[in-house]
């Protein structure tokens, strides 16, 4: 989305005031306010004479806020690491870090802080903004573009520079996608191949994040002998979408035919997982795995994907990681809790909505038993924000923020 030029790290995030520390909000309140009028050495003063301000995390982001305001950088940050060390969900603070990364010019370790950050708040807009941005300058055009669209689906400012540019690119990127699946259906008609994967491609160069099309164009270099683009295009939708069995067979038959044993091998394993039991399919899977077993006595090439595996992962690649290590796992046949774990972690990364609603949705009782209604109300809210289909926990959270406005209602009303 090379339309696109954002300075989306200049400013430094938020920090929270937790009303629920009486005896400290007040003075917590105060420290924002020396901050926010830049009365910073005051402001760092008040906080690091009141251990119940420094002791919590939000005073940790503020007193580093105010060193980074002052312009000591270093200390500003030991600040938000110590924040994170308080609370591992102060996500002002991997923001904040993020932000010096960037401003340092390191992405990667950019983009791993924003990153986190969105696990803990997925609907944060400058978060996704400045993802997008930092995986487009890395060359991650799908994952740019997934941000871009997240973004949109999270601001609130619909009148803001950025969403309004934001909103006009993906627009007239959209409308030129629709150009061309107009003359892609014209040229269908004439059976003209060619043609239509030259469309193709200019589709996912114009609008990155349309997986139907990789497919297509994988489809099409398969029926050409074209095996390695084939191959690159498959595993385009492997990793980046939800995928149909079909497409993992496709991808281990064509590293197969490509001579990539270790990798045939992995993706007939996990394809094993998802076929129906005696259906021909999985008899000729386990076939092609018995005939490529003898990769498991290969030390160097199993080897060869955890070091794949650590290289996507300090490039940012998570899904190619996640794969990576699964493969190794496979190849070494074994259930190492340590890697399990990368795994784990990496796909709420990857997709950091699920987890983050079923976090949520086991909050609702407890917030209900302890007449919490407000609290519960925000949960539920941010859980229809999240989900993006009608389940079970957004019904969940609909009919309970429902009963917890009409108790509060009625406690207004009629002081019940």
């Not at 105010?66 to 002002?92: G, V, Y």
């Not at 349309?210 to 385009?236: G, V």
Request: with cysteine.
């Amino acid at each position: 989305m090379d339309n696109v030029d954002f300075d989306n790290t200049s400013g430094l995030s938020g920090v929270r005031i937790d009303n629920s520390l009486d005896v400290a909000s007040d003075r917590t309140i105060r420290a924002y306010e020396l901050y926010e009028s830049k009365r910073y050495n005051e402001a760092i003063s008040l906080i690091e004479n009141d251990s119940q301000i420094s002791s919590t995390s939000y005073g940790q982001v503020l007193l580093g806020n105010c060193c980074k305001a002052l312009n000591n950088k270093d200390k500003a940050m030991s600040h938000w690491k110590r924040a994170i060390d308080i609370s591992p969900l102060e996500h002002f603070a991997y923001i904040n870090i993020a932000n010096e990364y960037y401003a340092d010019g390191n992405i990667s370790e950019a983009i791993l802080n924003w990153t986190i950050a969105s696990t803990i708040v997925p609907e944060n807009p400058r978060v996704n903004l400045n993802l997008a941005c930092a995986y487009n300058q890395k060359g991650f055009r799908i994952k740019s573009t997934k941000y871009f669209e997240k973004y949109l689906r999270y601001e609130t400012k619909a009148t803001s520079r950025e969403y309004l540019q934001v909103k006009h690119v993906l627009s007239n990127l959209t409308a030129k996608v629709d150009f061309f699946t107009k003359k892609v259906n014209e040229y269908k008609v004439k059976k003209d191949i060619k043609t239509i994967a030259a469309l193709y491609l200019k589709m996912i160069a114009t609008y990155a994040n349309l997986p139907n099309i990789y497919a297509n164009i994988a489809e099409i270099c398969y029926f050409d002998k074209n095996y390695e683009k084939a191959l690159e295009f498959f595993l385009s939708v492997y990793l980046n979408y939800p995928h149909t069995p079909k497409i993992l067979l496709d991808v281990a038959n064509l590293c197969y035919i490509l001579n990539k044993p270790s990798y045939a091998y992995c993706y007939y394993s996990k394809a094993l997982k998802c076929l129906l039991e005696a259906t021909s399919y999985y008899v000729k899977s386990q076939e092609k795995i018995r005939m490529l077993s003898y990769v498991l006595k290969d030390t160097e090439l199993i080897d060869s994907h955890l070091q794949a595996a650590r290289e996507a992962e300090a490039n940012n690649d998570y899904e190619k990681a996640v794969d990576e290590y699964e493969n190794y796992l496979i190849l070494t046949e074994s259930d190492n809790p340590d890697i399990k774990q990368i795994i784990d972690k990496y796909k709420i990364f990857i997709n950091p909505e699920p987890f983050v609603v079923n976090v949520l949705y086991s909050q609702i009782p407890e917030l209900m038993n302890r007449k919490r209604l407000k609290a519960c109300v925000e949960v539920c809210d941010r859980i229809m924000k999240l989900s993006s289909a009608n389940t079970k926990e957004v019904v969940y959270a609909m009919k309970c923020k429902a009963d917890c406005k009409r108790i509060l209602i009625a406690r207004e009303q009629f002081g019940v």
